[in-house]
T-cell receptor, first 111, second 113 residues
């Protein structure tokens, strides 16, 4: 079993839709949870960063962490064509800041 | 632009050749990480430095790979005797002392023919 499992894609939605992206992890030692966005042929860009269970909101993006079920989610409201990218969840224990990534899911938002 | 720069952006080489990539992290960041990403996969950890000290290397990092960060600033990743399986995007990231946030560069895309 991989340490971080991410829902497979690709995912295609119409503009304005609410998008839900999900990951599960297996190691309860993970304490920091991140979502990165990656455009084609670019490096990952940090989108959301959370430490504890609960929700964190930033504009149209909400990150949700449930440490009891080892489940992390990213919600995108009012999705835009510019949100079309690959979304990667990432976790770390905080011991050495080494990130473990999910496989990534490619999102396409249709105009 | 995150402030982490990598050079070159693209590298095409023939099997058996040596290649070297450079990473310049955000200037005040003491930690520097190298990752490798293949198509359809998330980045995989290779190695990391705190200042000039290399603190951890992944099992993915065979003895053909070597990384340095001689003065605790920029870093180089060298691959000797490249193989076709080395074809991937090589990503560099840096981190400051306070928060657990890694900032990535745009990567070096390596193609081994």
């Amino acid at each position: 079993q991989k340490e971080v499992e991410q829902d497979p894609g690709p995912l295609s939605v119409p503009e304005g839709a609410i998008v839900s992206l999900n990951c599960t992890y297996s190691n309860s030692a993970f304490q920091y949870f991140m979502w990165y966005r990656q455009y084609s042929r670019k490096g990952p860009e940090l989108l959301m960063y959370t430490y504890s269970s609960g929700n964190k909101e930033d504009g149209r993006f909400t990150a949700q962490v449930d440490k009891s079920s080892k489940y992390i989610s990213l919600f995108i409201r009012d999705s835009q064509p510019s949100d079309s990218a690959t979304y990667l969840c990432a976790v770390n224990t905080g011991a050495n800041s080494k990130l473990t990534f999910g496989k990534g899911i490619t999102l396409s938002v249709r105009p | 632009d995150t402030g982490v720069s990598q050079d070159p952006r693209h590298k095409i080489t023939k099997r058996g050749q040596n290649v070297t990539f450079r990473c310049d992290p955000i200037s005040e960041h003491n930690r520097l990480y190298w990752y490798r990403q293949t198509l359809g996969q998330g980045p995989e950890f290779l190695t990391y430095f705190q200042n000039e000290a290399q603190l951890e290397k992944s099992r993915l990092l065979s003895d053909r790979f070597s990384a340095e960060r001689p003065k605790g600033s920029f870093s180089t990743l060298e691959i000797q005797r490249t193989e076709q399986g080395d074809s991937a995007m090589y990503l560099c990231a840096s981190k400051g002392t306070v928060q657990e946030k890694l900032f990535f560069g745009s990567g070096t895309q390596l193609s081994v023919l």
